[in-house]
């Protein structure tokens, strides 16, 4: 079966400017999860969907914002881009959320500001 | 707040021996452990889990181990390849409440021919 689909692989965005990150998670698998990877920070948590619903954000400014689609299909969106947000984002799928089984990922989608 | 901590940002060791690596959590709620592989440019990929009432899984050359008093972590691998060298991380999630997973920072093991 396709796993996780992340569009694109590589953005550059320039600093104030917004961008949309896009994941299609594994067919049948409702719940998606949304992590940055910086170096040194390793995975952090952005925010996890299921059924088109936010079910839990972690402590990333209002400026980040996501959203589910019917299909499951999952967007985040990063406005006012700054500096810092040059990261490597992750998009998790699962069938119901976080299990001993774990989360199928993405490629990531590199993103670059300057 | 860092639940999961892994101290160690990285670790060499010659192949056929054994990688062991650590992983340190503060959170006693947690009900699960899980260990990712990430190469550069792809996503990690799930290694092996462990359920909090237990202290050991084994997986083939994967082990790992839960002390739940420490509330430590580890994970064995025995022999080490080559193609064992990339950034391992662990995770944990406390069932059903928070609808998430808390991931280290992060090893990167290196395994020398």
């Known amino acids: 079966k396709a796993g996780v689909t992340q569009t694109p692989r590589y953005l550059i965005k320039t600093r104030g400017q917004q961008v949309t990150l896009s994941c299609s998670p594994i067919s049948g698998h409702r719940s998606v999860s949304w992590y940055q990877q910086t170096p040194g920070q390793g995975l952090q948590f952005l925010f996890e969907y299921f059924s088109e619903t936010q079910r839990n954000k972690g402590n990333f400014p209002g400026r980040f914002s996501g959203r589910q689609f019917s299909n499951s299909r999952s967007e985040m969106n990063v406005s006012t881009l700054e500096l810092g947000d040059s990261a490597l984002y992750l998009c998790?799928?699962?069938?119901?959320?976080?299990?001993?089984?774990?989360?199928?990922f993405g490629s990531g989608t590199r993103l670059t500001v300057v | 707040d860092q639940q999961v901590k892994q101290n160690s940002p990285s670790l060499s060791v010659q192949e056929g021996r054994i990688s062991i690596l650590n992983c340190d959590y503060t959170?006693?709620?947690?009900?699960?452990f899980l260990w990712y592989k990430k190469y550069p440019a792809e996503g990690p990929t799930f290694l092996i889990s462990?359920?909090?009432?237990?202290d050991k899984n084994e997986d083939g050359r994967f082990t790992v181990f839960l002390n739940k008093s420490a509330k430590h972590l580890s994970l064995h691998i025995v022999p080490s390849q080559p193609g064992d060298s990339a950034v391992y991380f662990c995770a944990a999630s406390e069932e059903g409440n928070n609808n998430d997973m808390r991931f280290g920072a992060g090893t990167r093991l290196t395994v020398k021919p």
């Open positions: 462990i359920s909090s009432i237990k």
């Open positions: 998790a799928s699962s069938l119901t959320g976080p299990s001993i089984y774990g989360y199928t």
């Open positions: 959170n006693s709620m947690f009900d699960y």
